[in-house]
């Protein structure tokens, strides 16, 4: 039995196993390896620069516990 490895840019890597499939298989885009052949090495992309967080960006605002909201504070009546 043959074994035939092939790729494709596409659905990725696959082993015929016929000589008449990797013809086939040559006709709709893939392409013939051998395993022992090194793949392309592609060059990793440039690394950015990662700023730090200053003390006021670290520090969440929160009110005092002794500071009521606005909305909860007592409000004057106004009907009369």
């Known amino acids: 039995m ?3 490895y092939m790729t494709h840019p596409v659905h990725g ?4 196993t016929m ?3 990797a013809v086939a298989d040559e006709a709709n885009g893939w392409v013939l390896y ?3 052949t090194p793949s ?3 060059e990793a992309a440039p690394e950015q620069e990662v700023k730090k967080r200053g003390p006021k ?3 969440s605002k929160q009110p005092a516990a002794e500071e ?3 909305f909860l504070a007592p409000q004057a009546d106004q009907g009369e």
């Open 2 to 4: 043959a074994v035939i």
């Open 13 to 16: 890597a696959k082993v015929a």
């Open 19 to 21: 000589e008449l499939e």
């Open 34 to 36: 051998t395993p022992e």
């Open 40 to 42: 392309v090495v592609e």
């Open 57 to 59: 960006a670290a520090k």
């Open 68 to 70: 009521v909201p606005d």
